[in-house]
């Protein structure tokens, strides 16, 4: 039994909490935000899961420093734009014995920096992880088969990520290409908006079909400048993230394209989402980075 620190009570965080906690870890969730936290401890139900009842056995807390004490694995299950100064938050109560798993999917506007990225200028040394896929927060709750994968440069460390994580209907690989898996996670929700977008406009599969297979062509080939593996983006963490989030209507950046096809402004499909749509800001940081690898993406420069 490990103590895992979940830090970030969105969906994703409360869904992988509940997954480590009945793979039996001792598991603690933190977020910045006080009312959600005592909401939490009342009522042990998450707004955005309406069907996942929590265990009592997981602990909440706005203290980070009391979520972070003890811990072997700290969960950064924050959205993207707020890794950084999370990161920073974390600083001070991050301990050489820790691994960092960061599952939040994006790329720094401005800076073009991938979130591990971020997070080694924030905790300079740390031991940085990743883990990510195919997994809708909504089906891990429902413990729905799922495969992810954890990514590390140290073999041990995906390995022992993956012992922790891995059960019966969440299945973990292990891969040591970083850069590729979070390029991939980052890229595909910005092809998710596109295909959202078609499918606002009311078009068909052929269409859903096309943005998928040449979307994966430019992630790919962005990917590979950036210094990921051409094999990765077409694994799980690329082509497999990739058909889940435009397939999907618990994708957040395909509902969104797809408010944006029917003709709301993007503050108003933003608002009516509700959450964070990592793939407007990840838009942005693909164009810079495409135009300073010289590589041609039309589908997510338009």
């Not at 072997?72 to 959205?79: E, G, Q, R, S």
């Given at each position: 039994m490990l103590k895992t620190a979940i830090i970030g009570a969105g969906t994703w965080g409360t869904s992988l909490g509940t997954l480590l906690d009945g793979n039996g870890h001792d598991v603690v969730i933190w977020s910045a935000l006080k009312p959600q936290i005592e909401e939490l401890k009342k009522t042990y139900r998450h707004a955005?899961?309406?069907?996942?009842i929590i265990s009592k056995s997981i602990?909440?807390?706005d203290d980070i420093r009391e979520a972070m004490e003890e811990a072997?694995?700290?969960?950064?299950?924050?959205?993207s734009i707020y890794t950084r100064n999370t990161a920073r938050l974390m600083k001070q109560y991050y301990k050489s014995n820790q691994i960092i798993v960061n599952v939040a999917k994006g790329i720094e506007e401005g800076s073009n920096l991938t979130l591990t990225e971020q997070i080694a200028q924030e905790i300079p040394g740390a031991n940085i992880a990743v883990l990510s896929g195919p997994s809708h927060a909504e089906e891990v709750s429902k413990q729905l088969p799922t495969t992810c994968v954890a990514g590390a440069g140290d073999i041990k460390t995906a390995e022992l990520i993956q012992n922790t994580f891995m059960n019966p209907v969440f299945r973990v690989y292990t891969s040591s290409d970083i850069t590729g898996i979070e390029i991939g996670g980052a890229l595909k929700n910005v092809i998710a908006l596109a295909a959202g977008i078609?499918?606002?406009l009311g078009y068909g599969d052929n269409t859903k079909a096309a943005l998928i297979t040449?979307?994966?062509?430019?992630?790919?080939?962005l990917g590979v400048a950036m210094g990921g593996e051409q094999s990765t983006f077409y694994g799980l963490t690329g082509l497999g993230d990739l058909i889940v989030t435009c397939a999907s209507m618990h994708s957040r950046n395909r509902r969104a394209g797809i408010l944006l096809g029917q003709g709301k402004t993007l503050d108003e499909?933003?608002?009516?989402v509700n959450m964070v749509v990592e793939g407007v800001?990840?838009?942005k940081s693909a164009l810079m980075a495409a135009k300073?690898?010289?590589v041609e993406i039309p589908i997510i420069e338009q």
């Open positions: 955005n899961l309406p069907e996942l602990r909440f807390t072997k694995i700290l969960v950064l299950a924050v959205p078609a499918d606002g040449r979307g994966i062509k430019e992630i790919s080939l499909a933003i608002k009516e800001y990840s838009a300073k690898y010289n």
